[in-house]
């Protein structure tokens, strides 16, 4: 369901059977709201709906894709709704399931991410309770567990209330911003036989609504800022969730020449184009004069860096940088976590979609430009390539340099994947590498990337990837998910979903034996405090066993190779893995050991 009603393209036609039991109706529903899949970790709090799903709807829209932990139904979730922009449901079993869905959740939630989260509970009905099980998984209510992180929660109380439940999450987890619901269904509902059909709504007349324009006169002023500036920067973060915004601002850079430092939320700028500035940040920052942010998560952060050993913040702008805001994150603030991040004072705060203002902003700015204008601006595009070049090649370079390194440097391992899926029509799931990715490769299609997880929640990245493989199932596509170690630790048994539903995906195991990032701060405070660095593995590293992530792959009947440890045996077993994934449509995963950052 997009917001604009179109009606040239009808949702699939509404299912000519008859429901007959409340589960059945949640599988119509689910249905007419072009639901595809729904992963779950199984329960008897849904065993109707799960027969309902399987027998009623035969197993299609929603099909199953079966998780062995709740974290990664959810995770699944979130990343299939970044790489398709709509959701996908996660079943969730009760209060148990909820607990472990509960950090995936808080993830997609910080995110901004649209996940169903469906739950199930009681039944509510006491005197149908079986003893002991159903009375101590039954809460009241079921939701509060989640609520300070979910955009919205229901109970529906009756199955005529199922259809207006259900199409109000659809609705409020796809409007701006985004973020997951999480809806609890009695098991008494569900299995309750329905008398009387319901009259299903039709969803197209409940879409999300058509995304807010900006106010005329902030967008006046914001144009004139920016063309009057003398050096302005963009920011954006998580704009690139409409792919068209990618495009606009592209042309409003251009127009302008002004940089852009892309915070990665999701793909917001082609990191091949001479003005994209995301390596170079703070010395762009240092200049600028007028900031256009866009969608930014945490602007406080953007706009200076911090010591993480002594907390101290250094801001990158001067005291006379204006700065624009448009996002529409003033309206998805809540109390418990502090997810809204720092208060960073704004010029020109607007609160509006950014894929429907750009367009508007670039016709104001090209209407504004005179003579004088244009030439400042073709002189400073000419600057910004230079430097953009300049910095691209001495990333190769110090790439190139890295080769020698024993163990394997990470920009060696980053180069090494390059140079075997350029060619193919790629899409990196997870990336658990930081910056190298985006300084060797090519990142130019809206959508090639999907960002983090959002919460710094781990356990993470496995399901997320698999998320986007469900997404571009079928499309010829080769996944990419360069996975750390310590993430994969806390859900292995992904690997087992990927066996089992046949997903394609390269695997790419950035294994540095550690959960370094927490090693990396016991360095920092053992240096800080001069006491020894040399315990700082303890507690932290995984080296003792290592873990051999090739059989863990091939435990769960997958293609697993290594560990790799030389930087010339990298290609090679990409490409056996690569053929892998294409020939077989299977997961292969290449464990490489390497250097921690
Ligand atoms: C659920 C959860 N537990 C603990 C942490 C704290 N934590 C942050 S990063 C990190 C280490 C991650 O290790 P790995 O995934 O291997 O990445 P690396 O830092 O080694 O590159 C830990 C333990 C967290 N973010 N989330
Ligand atoms: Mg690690």
Not at 307 to 322: S, Y
Not at 423 to 439: C, F, K, P, Q, S
């Amino acid at each position: 369901m997009s917001a604009v009603r179109d009606v040239t393209h009808p949702l699939p036609l509404r299912p000519q059977r008859r429901p007959q039991y409340g589960s059945d109706i949640i599988v119509d529903m689910l249905q007419a709201c072009g639901i595809v899949y729904a992963a779950c970790n199984p329960g008897a709090s849904f065993r109707g709906l799960h027969d309902s799903i399987v027998n009623y709807g035969g197993n299609h829209m929603p099909e199953l894709i079966q998780c062995c932990h709740e974290e990664i139904s959810v995770a699944l979730a979130h990343g299939y709704a970044k790489a398709t922009g709509t959701p996908m449901a996660a079943l969730i079993h009760n209060i148990v399931g909820l607990q472990h869905a509960s950090m995936a959740l808080f993830n997609a939630w910080c995110d901004r991410a649209p996940v169903l989260a469906l739950g199930a509970t009681g039944p509510m009905d006491s005197t149908q309770r079986r003893p002991w099980i159903d009375w101590i998984h039954t809460a009241l209510v079921q939701g509060t567990l989640v609520r300070d992180y979910v955009k919205w929660d229901d109970q529906p109380y009756s199955l005529a209330s199922v259809p207006e439940s259900l199409l109000r999450a659809y609705r409020i987890a796809q409007t701006d911003p985004q973020g997951p619901i999480y809806l609890c269904y009695d098991a008494g509902l569900q299995e309750e036989v329905v008398r009387v059909p319901p009259i299903l709504p039709d969803p197209h007349r409940y879409a999300p609504p058509a995304p807010p324009q900006a106010h005329p006169e902030a967008l006046e002023r914001t144009a004139d800022l920016l063309v009057q500036a003398e050096h302005p920067v963009a920011i954006a973060d998580l704009l690139g969730r409409h792919p068209a915004a990618v495009a606009s601002l592209r042309s409003l850079a251009e127009l302008l020449a002004m940089p852009v430092i892309d915070r990665g939320g999701r793909f917001n700028f082609p990191n091949t184009h001479g003005l994209d500035a995301t390596d170079a940040a703070s010395d762009i920052l240092a200049n600028a004069d007028v900031i256009l942010a866009l969608d930014v998560l945490d602007l406080f952060g953007a706009l200076g860096s911090v010591d993480k050993a002594t907390r101290m913040f250094q801001p990158a702008i001067g005291p006379q940088t204006q700065i624009i805001h448009i996002t529409m994150g003033d309206f998805l603030v809540r109390s418990w976590a502090a997810d809204y991040e720092r208060l960073q004072a704004v010029d020109v705060p607007i609160a509006a979609d950014t894929a429907v203002v750009l367009p508007h902003l670039l016709a104001l700015c090209q209407a504004r430009l005179g003579r004088a204008e244009t030439a400042r601006i073709t002189a400073r595009a000419t600057h910004l390539n230079t430097q953009h070049r300049a910095r691209r090649q001495q990333w190769q370079q110090a790439a190139h340099l890295a080769r020698a390194q024993h163990p394997i440097a990470v920009p060696t391992a980053v180069a090494e994947v390059w140079e075997v899926i350029k060619h193919e029509d790629w899409v990196l799931v997870n990336n658990a590498v930081g910056a190298w990715t985006r300084r060797l490769w090519d990142w130019e299609r809206p959508g090639c990337t999907l960002g983090s997880s959002g919460g710094a929640g781990l356990g993470y990245g496995m399901g997320a990837a698999l998320g986007g493989v469900l997404a571009h199932r079928h499309s010829g596509k080769v996944c990419v998910n360069l996975q750390a170690d310590g993430d994969l630790l806390y859900t292995p048994s992904a690997l087992w979903t990927a066996a089992h539903h046949q997903l394609p995906l390269l695997v790419v195991m950035f294994n540095n034996r550690s959960y370094y990032n927490s090693e990396e701060h016991a360095l920092d405070v053992a240096r800080v405090r001069e006491r020894p660095a040399a315990n700082a593995g303890i507690g932290t590293r995984l080296d003792d066993p290592p873990v051999n992530f090739a059989q863990m792959a091939q435990a769960y009947g997958l293609y697993g190779e290594g560990p790799i440890i030389t930087p010339d045996a990298i290609r090679p077993a990409l490409e056996r893995a690569l053929s892998v994934v294409k020939d077989e449509s299977r997961l292969a995963l290449v464990d490489i050991v390497m250097q921690p950052r």
